[in-house]
């Protein structure tokens, strides 16, 4: 019995191109992928950032550093991690910068990010860890999008499999990059069906995206806990789909170099989630306007945008300061920045007040006018504590 003749009438196609011309300019599907994941991690952060305080349209300065840089990081260790296809015998150095041939490592993408993320937060002085809580389910998110570029480049499969959800992958041509060898007219497959790992990896990122959001409204995570979680949820996952990879890749003692990076960073990441403590962290800003008190009636969760004038302009404020969760809300029904120095209280426990809660609780909206306060805007009361004041002022952008 012949392997064909296991194989099942069902199956996952594949494309037999990923790139379209448009008239000059090629379009690369592993691109498109990249940039669609890039926009959904975007607006699942900048929504999670407005629930804990900051100014509308801080995900996007944080995205003009974090995005290169997290390309960067991605390209550096998949290159370093896969020199010989580069730089050993037969290799094409310049193809190192070709990355929309594929190639980007999620290690160095996260790392570079990071980088990228942390010079941003300094500037907007933005806690670190409140942006890695906020981005903790885009991320996956964005994993899962992005993975759907391998689909068109017909790489990253597994073994062979008769599952009725075995892949069929096409024979991509090297002298074409983006399209499948042609004989007789039609795209050649190789023989047999494929696991799709990197299907699996998308679907577990889901998981993982939506186990970091029960989770976090559950335990209400703080200090970098939601990121960390992220992380173990993508390194468990990581581990054993990397086991089941066949495409080429470098090996430590017969292992694939990944399934130990995804062990230890796992290790990591459990340490840290256990090791750190403290409450979800909220932000009031300093320097900037304040919200309009809400409306009377006991709804808290309701904010009186009568103020709000049509094309007005919100200024960005110089800065944020931490303060808890008692202090965020009575912050956002009054319009008062409340004074002394953070306040956020020393443990995580989980239940505390549901005002702000993540499905019900929109950050301060900005308005063009400033709720009446006892001091002019700018003046910052003696022992307020500021997060990342180091940065330069924020200039004005449009809410």
Not at 47 to 74: E, K, N
Not at 271 to 277: A, G, P
Not at 318 to 329: A, I, K, L, S, T
């Amino acid at each position: 019995m012949t392997l064909a003749s296991t194989i099942p009438q069902a199956a996952l196609p594949s494309p037999s191109t990923a790139v379209w011309q448009l008239g000059p300019l090629p379009l690369r599907a592993y691109a498109l992928c990249i940039i669609a994941g890039i926009v959904v991690a975007c607006v699942v952060t900048e929504r999670r950032l407005r629930q804990r305080g900051v100014a509308p349209g801080a995900v996007l300065d944080i995205a003009v550093w974090a995005v290169p840089t997290g390309i960067i990081g991605a390209r550096i260790y998949h290159v370093l991690t896969s020199p010989e296809k580069y730089f050993g015998a037969g290799g094409e150095p310049l193809k190192a910068f070709a990355i929309w041939e594929g190639g980007l490592g999620i290690w160095g993408a996260v790392a570079g990010g990071a980088i990228g993320a942390w010079i941003a937060a300094r500037q907007l002085g933005i806690p670190f860890t409140v942006v890695a809580d906020a981005l903790a389910p885009g991320l996956p998110l964005a994993q899962a999008v992005g993975r759907l570029g391998n689909w068109f480049n017909n790489e990253l499969y597994g073994g062979l499999t008769t599952l009725p959800w075995g892949l069929r992958v096409h024979d991509m041509d090297p002298s074409n990059p983006g399209h499948a060898k042609v004989v007789d007219g039609e795209p050649v497959l190789l023989p047999g069906l494929y696991h799709p790992t990197f299907l699996y990896e998308a679907l577990w990122n889901v998981g993982v995206a939506a186990l970091v959001l029960l989770l976090d409204r559950k335990l209400r995570l703080g200090k970098g806990r939601a990121f960390a979680l992220y992380v173990m949820g993508y390194t468990a996952g990581r581990f054993w789909i990397e086991l089941m990879r066949t495409d080429e890749a470098t090996h430590i003692l017969g292992v694939r170099l990944n399934v130990f990076t995804s062990a230890l960073v796992f290790l990591g990441a459990l340490i840290y989630f256990l090791r750190v403590r403290g409450p979800r962290e909220y932000l009031v800003p300093i320097g900037g306007p304040t919200p309009a008190p809400a409306a009377t009636g006991g709804d808290v969760s309701q904010v009186d945008l009568s103020q709000r004038e049509a094309g007005a302009q919100a200024t960005a404020p110089e800065g944020y300061r931490v303060v808890g969760e008692e202090q965020f809300r009575a912050y956002r029904d009054t319009g008062v920045v409340p004074d002394g120095p953070d306040a956020a209280a020393d443990d995580d426990t989980p239940g505390h007040d549901a005002a702000v809660d993540d499905d019900d609780a929109p950050g301060p909206v900005a308005t063009g006018d400033a709720a009446p306060d006892d001091r002019e805007a700018g003046d910052v009361p003696a022992g307020d504590e500021r997060a990342g004041t180091t940065g330069p002022r924020a200039t004005d952008r449009e809410s």
